[in-house]
């Protein structure tokens, strides 16, 4: 039997069970609420910790063969890490990460239950305590990541069944896009003419590309003789062996995402004159010159890559120093999309444009925006039942 003791917190009985770790040497101990309330219950927790001090089983050390059943869910979710790191990109096992470690181990290591041990209720209750300080959609993520893990423990004879089949994920929120109109486009445009991020921001707006995509640009995405931009290669930041580093691909966020769009003379002229200025750059600095990142279009004088944490914090900066309405530098994005609809551009050929993998994104995310279409159903009603004028249909009391 486990040794433990009772604790009080925020006027109700925890259970806290003491055991040493074989696998570390180091003690753990685990809390597990008692759902009482501190008066008038104290004989009823002491038994409630006596019965799980004798029914609590000790994890067993875990060895190269692999999980065993009575580990702990939160040690299996952090071992689960491993298995899938070499099968998902990086900026993926990123978000998984943080998920885990900062969400759901802590979560579940504090409760104290194995992975054989782990039931439905337990992972309920898991999603309600976090529907208190993060939205639905967060509390998705975590399932889809709990899930997941809990999918491979069943293909590994470790539980008969998933007990997150089980459980109610609350309601997506439906997103609704910030965007710019196309004279808040103008001032944003005005008021960051010299800036470093002109061009970046200009780009972002008239193609609707991701951050990942514009950052990744290189010149060799550019056919200047027939005037083409090729968005085949990204640029991103994650959090690697817990280190925040920058991370490239030569690929994009979907197959879809792998696009060519038309290079208008506008910007091919400053495309032109920004490459001149970077071989400039080159001469004049020297070694000074960071390599690195050659052939990347979006670099400062020294040659080094713009930030891509950095881009969004100085975008927050520029919108505050000239009094601009805030959004985000993605709703740049929603911007290009938006001014689309607004001239008439189907939604079909604006999934194209933005590159999304099917018309369903691009309609659940922009169909609110989309008056023409409204307006032209109106008409075409009241083409086919008008309505009777005047006011004498009326009735009046």
């Known amino acids: ?79 689960w890490l491993n298995i899938i790191k070499g099968s998902v990109a990086e900026t993926t096992f990123s978000s998984y990460t943080m998920m885990v470690k900062k969400k759901i181990a802590p979560y579940f290591r504090r409760l104290g239950v194995s992975l054989g041990g782990l039931e439905a209720k337990h992972i309920q209750t898991f999603y309600l305590r976090e529907l208190q300080s993060v939205s639905a959609n967060s509390v998705i993520h975590e399932h889809a990541n709990i899930h997941k893990a809990l999918k491979y423990a069943v293909k590994l004879d470790l539980i008969p069944s998933n007990p997150a089949d089980k459980v109610e994920r609350p309601r997506k929120e439906r997103f609704i896009a910030d965007h710019y109109n196309a004279v808040e486009l103008e ?48 640029l991103t930041q994650a959090t690697v062996d ?44 020297g070694r000074c010159y960071d390599y690195k990142y050659e052939g990347y279009v979006f670099v400062d004088e020294l040659g080094r890559i713009f930030n891509p944490n950095g881009v969004s914090a100085e975008f927050k900066r520029i919108l505050e120093r000239n009094k601009l309405r805030h959004i985000r530098f993605h709703d740049l994005r929603h911007s290009c999309a938006s001014l689309l609809l607004a001239n008439g551009i189907p939604m079909k050929m604006i999934q194209e444009w933005l590159g999304h993998s099917d018309i369903a994104t691009t309609s659940n995310i922009y ?31």
């Open 242 to 285: 817990g280190k925040r580093q920058i991370v490239t691909a030569d690929r994009a966020k979907t197959k879809s995402s792998l696009r060519s769009l038309p290079l208008v003379n506008s910007f091919r002229e400053k495309l032109l004159a920004l490459r001149e200025q970077q071989e400039y750059n080159k001469r004049v600095c």
């Open 1 to 79: 039997m486990v040794a433990g003791h009772l604790q009080e917190k925020n006027g109700y009985y925890y259970v806290v069970l003491t055991y040493i770790d074989e696998a570390t040497g180091k003690r753990k101990q685990p809390w597990i609420p008692t759902g009482l309330p501190i008066k008038g219950n104290k004989k009823r927790a002491e038994a409630f910790l006596m019965e799980k001090r004798r029914s609590f089983i000790v994890p067993r050390i875990r060895t190269s063969e692999g999980f065993t059943e009575d580990m702990l869910f939160a040690d299996y979710m952090e071992m």
């Open 187 to 234: 001032q944003l445009f005005e008021a960051t003419a010299n800036h470093r991020f002109s061009l970046l921001i200009q780009m972002a707006a008239f193609y609707g590309l991701r951050k990942s995509e514009l950052l990744g640009l290189k010149w060799s995405a550019f056919d200047f003789e027939n005037n083409t931009i090729t968005i085949k290669h990204i």
């Open 367 to 397: 169909a609110h925006l989309d008056v023409n279409s409204k307006n032209i159903s109106a008409s075409a009603i009241e083409q086919a039942l008008p309505i009777p004028s005047g006011a004498s249909d009326v009735k009046k009391w």
